[in-house]
């Protein structure tokens, strides 16, 4: 019980993994890859020339919008993109995200008894 109240006086935090990115596309398609990724909490660092038409944009995203990007990527780019990516650092969950993880860890809680 003590645990529990020094807990929430704590105000803890929830952190999340945000990768950074290198996606690599044809010139026409920057502007597609830059809007799907502000549509999934990214952040557009900066635009590098990856030689011919081609260019490259790296992002900063959480990890938990981007596991599945391979086949948003390909629809995107219709299969001339390609993209790596690599941990970066953690950052505080935003607010309305974390009411949604409260709210099915409290689901998940209930089905379990």
């Known amino acids: 019980m003590a645990f529990r109240n020094v807990f929430q006086e704590a105000k803890p935090s ?14 026409n ?7 799907d990724m502000s549509g999934r909490r990214g952040r557009v660092v900066s635009m590098d020339s990856a030689g011919g038409d081609m ?7 959480p990890l938990s919008e981007v596991t ?12 001339q993109g390609s ?8 950052e505080v969950v935003p607010g309305n ?3 949604e993880i409260i709210a099915k860890a409290k689901m ?6």
């Open 55 to 61: 260019q490259t944009v790296i992002v900063e995203a």
């Open 97 to 99: 995200i974390l009411q």
């Open 14 to 27: 929830l952190l999340e993994p945000v990768v950074k990115m290198e996606i690599t596309v044809p010139g």
């Open 68 to 79: 599945t990007y391979a086949r948003a990527l390909s629809s995107i780019t219709g299969g």
């Open 29 to 35: 398609k920057v502007g597609d890859i830059t809007s």
């Open 108 to 113: 998940h809680e209930e089905e379990e008894e």
């Open 83 to 90: 993209y790596t990516f690599e941990f970066s650092h953690y």
